[in-house]
């Protein structure tokens, strides 16, 4: 089985450079791609985009309750 990772370099010139057998990267490759939970290893983009909008509006809270805490202590002095 020979494959390309997203380098675009196939799987026996990876195996040379790590100094591994081809069959044996091969063979990892497989048992890595039916581990249970595997879906999980990469984030789609979608979830990037979700990601990002929470980051925004918990930034956006972070800065609303700065500016309160300025404003409640600017009335209590």
């Known amino acids: ?3 390309c990772n997203a ?4 799987s026996n010139q990876i195996a040379r ?3 591994v057998n081809q069959t044996s990267l ?3 490759m497989r048992e890595a791609e039916s581990c249970p939970g595997n879906e999980n290893v990469f984030v789609t983009q979608e979830e990037v985009r979700h990601l990002r909008k929470e980051v925004e509006r918990l930034k956006m809270e ?3 309750l700065k500016k309160a805490t300025v404003f409640f202590a600017k ?3």
Request: charged letters at 35%.
């Open 26 to 28: 091969s063979r990892w």
């Open 17 to 19: 450079e790590l100094g």
């Open 75 to 77: 009335e209590s002095t």
């Open 7 to 10: 380098s675009g370099k196939r």
């Open 62 to 64: 972070r800065d609303i």
């Open 1 to 3: 089985m020979i494959w």
